[in-house]
């Protein structure tokens, strides 16, 4: 009898259970955020937690790439291009229950493009002189030049709108204006949202969302498979996929990214400076077997910085053909016949640690013997990307939309300077027309193409896992986000 009543009662039990999990989604990730403010930082994970579901912007990039309405409700643009004028939604207020205002939006813009701004993505408000605030629903936003991408560039997670109060400490306790409102962070583990009640637009379905950081990519899949994540948008082991595909309790799902995947070289160092080494270097590559030995077949062979899905792209794989024996003659003809000694240090992602052994042993086919130096994602940013730029290679993946302007900044972290180039961009930056900016856009990735700038290897593939009946979740990934606004378990 007790017997019978303890299944009965589990009975019972198991709706319950089982609708529980209809309002809550766990969410893998392989990097965890150094910090949870959009505005400060150029860690993809940052984005992947807070964009769209946490903070907003004047406008918002969907799952297309196309721009659409965010806190602004509608705007307008004078005939010479250089005037936007924005009308707020009224009502909108942040997690403190504050209210939104124009002097949100100046305050955020003024601080982007400040001199002393920590907004990694300075370049976006580049354009702008001025941020007016004549009412409180209405901002001004005067150019000094036109910029073709303005929307689009207000729609980055760099550019979501902020409140004078919380700025300071949104790195540790994010306050924005999202259908999600920040309830925990527990490092080394997870960051946990939960749905507000007072968003001024539709309400997301998930109560809940927990974003759990697991980098090893075989403790991903026993994740998955445990159930306790519920997806990894892009798992860290390609090679898993088959097993998921024959699983009926997963759904495989393989879309595209903006992460164009480079061997980044130190332009500063000898004897990287010499291009006729940076072209034995490109020369080297052998990128089939690159995206076979180390994604098992998911990327698509990249010449330049520039993304295969967008109409601009130029496939200039063949400039540098796999050549082994053209490489060391060019290797010879800088004065290293013998070859050289060089360090790659790599980040965490599993296409870095595994593309970095197979460059290594394609790299040491023309004589070049490098030292692999695996490093946290932290210890990256702080000797890789900024301060001293503390080596000669390393393996990332740019996952900025439209990022080829990277390459016309000053002191970046692999130090190319190209008048020829920064000349492209500055056209492009002016230009409104799309056909002349995609025939710029090509121009430019012909020159760094040329000039062997960096290995460029693949374009990272979107290779997802979710558990069957989720629905909403991105295929592709136009921004670096992981938006779960629309996203609902099927009943």
């Known amino acids: 009898m007790r017997m019978f009543l303890g299944a009965l009662a589990a009975l019972f039990l198991l709706p319950a259970a089982a609708e529980a999990a209809k309002d809550s989604l766990v969410l893998g990730m392989p990097l965890e955020p150094p910090h949870l403010d959009p505005t400060a930082g150029?860690?993809?994970?940052?984005?992947?937690?807070?964009?769209?579901?946490?903070?907003?912007?004047?406008?918002?990039?969907?799952?297309?790439?196309?721009?659409?309405?965010?806190?602004?409700?509608?705007w307008t643009i004078s005939e010479d291009g250089l005037t936007y004028t924005f009308k707020l939604r009224d009502g909108v207020t942040f997690h403190d229950?504050?209210?939104?205002?124009?002097?949100?939006?100046?305050?955020?813009?003024d601080r982007a493009r400040a001199a002393g701004s920590t907004n990694a993505q300075k370049g976006l408000f580049e354009a702008i002189e001025s941020v007016e605030a004549p009412d409180p629903l209405t901002v001004i936003?005067?150019?000094?030049?036109?910029?073709?991408?303005?929307?689009?560039?207000?729609?980055w997670g760099d550019a979501v709108i902020v409140a004078p109060e919380t700025a300071a400490t949104n790195k540790t306790k994010p306050v924005?204006?999202?259908?999600?409102?920040?309830?925990?962070?527990?490092?080394?583990?997870r960051v946990r949202l939960a749905r507000r009640d007072d968003y001024w637009g539709e309400p997301p379905a998930l109560a809940t969302v927990t974003f759990r950081f697991v980098a090893d990519p075989s403790a991903q899949?026993?994740?998955?498979?445990?159930?306790?994540?519920?997806?990894?948008?892009n798992v860290g082991a390609p090679e898993s996929l088959e097993r998921f595909k024959v699983d009926d309790r997963f759904e495989v799902r393989v879309g595209s990214t903006e992460g164009e995947t480079i061997l980044a070289m130190n332009h500063r160092r000898e004897p990287?400076?010499?291009?006729?080494?940076?072209?034995?270097?490109?020369?080297?590559?052998?990128?089939?077997?690159?995206?076979?030995?180390?994604?098992?077949?998911?990327?698509?062979?990249?010449?330049?910085?520039?993304?295969?899905?967008?109409?601009?792209?130029?496939?200039?794989?063949?400039?540098?053909?796999?050549?082994?024996?053209?490489?060391?003659?060019?290797?010879?003809?800088?004065?290293?016949?013998?070859?050289?000694?060089?360090?790659?240090?790599?980040?965490?992602?599993?296409?870095?640690?595994?593309?970095?052994e197979i460059i290594a042993a394609q790299l040491a086919a023309i004589g070049i013997t490098v030292e692999i130096v695996p490093v946290e994602w932290a210890q990256w940013l702080n000797e890789v990307f900024k301060g001293d730029h503390d080596f000669d290679f390393t393996i990332v993946s740019h996952t900025e939309p439209l990022d080829i302007g990277i390459y016309a900044r000053d002191d970046y972290y692999f130090g190319y300077q190209s008048d020829a180039f920064n000349a492209v961009i500055g056209k492009l930056k002016g230009e409104t027309n799309q056909g002349t900016r995609n025939a710029l856009y090509g121009?430019?990735?012909?020159?760094?193409?040329?000039?062997?700038?960096?290995?460029?290897?693949?374009?990272?593939?979107?290779?997802g896992v979710q558990r069957k009946g989720l629905k909403g979740l991105w295929l592709n990934a136009p921004v670096q986000a992981n938006d779960v606004t629309k996203v609902n378990w099927e009943e």
């Open 443 to 463: 121009e430019a990735q012909r020159i760094i193409a040329e000039d062997a700038v960096n290995g460029f290897l693949f374009q990272l593939a979107r290779t």
């Open 97 to 109: 229950g504050t209210t939104l205002d124009s002097g949100d939006v100046k305050f955020s813009l």
């Open 141 to 155: 936003v005067k150019l000094a030049r036109r910029e073709g991408l303005l929307l689009w560039n207000l729609g």
């Open 42 to 74: 150029a860690a993809a994970a940052i984005d992947e937690v807070v964009y769209a579901n946490v903070f907003e912007g004047l406008t918002r990039i969907d799952e297309t790439g196309a721009v659409q309405k965010a806190l602004a409700e509608d």
């Open 176 to 189: 924005g204006t999202g259908p999600f409102r920040f309830v925990e962070w527990k490092k080394a583990d």
């Open 272 to 356: 990287l400076k010499d291009v006729r080494v940076r072209r034995a270097i490109s020369h080297a590559i052998d990128r089939k077997a690159l995206i076979d030995g180390a994604m098992f077949g998911y990327g698509t062979p990249i010449g330049t910085h520039f993304a295969p899905h967008h109409a601009a792209y130029k496939d200039l794989t063949k400039v540098y053909r796999h050549d082994a024996e053209r490489a060391r003659a060019l290797l010879a003809e800088a004065g290293y016949p013998v070859g050289f000694k060089a360090v790659m240090k790599l980040p965490p992602p599993s296409y870095a640690r595994r593309g970095g």
């Open 221 to 233: 899949v026993a994740a998955l498979l445990a159930g306790d994540i519920d997806a990894i948008p």
